[in-house]
């Protein structure tokens, strides 16, 4: 599966009806965004079962803000439509693998009753 650019108007609905999904806030003119982008890529085509979502940060303005989005390139992942990664700045393709194997492992239906229970 390849990256795919998401607005505003997709964004909810992209990581609601996806089970796990990776968000990259980018802009063009950020050097670390376009470093960054081919590790992303290439992460998109070896995990399909994993949505691969990118937001331009210019472009989409208002959802940056709304993510609070103070750096990029900066990466948040949702599982079940729960953020349960974020992380600003470059990831190497090895960081990025092992943020996508324990975002797989997680059971973010156990962390959700737990907090339910605190």
Not at 101 to 117: C, H, L, N, Q, T
Request: with cysteine.
């Amino acid at each position: 599966m390849t990256t795919q650019d998401i607005t505003a108007e997709k964004f909810n609905d992209t990581v609601n009806e996806n089970e796990i999904v990776l968000v990259d806030f980018w802009a063009s003119w950020c050097g670390p965004c376009r470093a960054f982008a081919p590790t992303f890529a290439a992460s998109s085509e070896k995990h399909p079962d994993v949505v691969h979502a990118k937001v331009d940060t210019e472009a989409e303005q208002g959802l940056a803000a709304a993510a609070e989005i103070q750096a990029i390139p900066t990466l948040m992942a949702f599982k079940k439509g729960h953020m349960v990664f974020r992380h600003s700045g470059m990831l190497p393709a090895a960081q990025l693998e092992d943020v996508i194997s324990k975002i797989k492992e997680f059971d973010v239906d156990a962390a959700i009753a737990e907090d339910a229970k605190a």
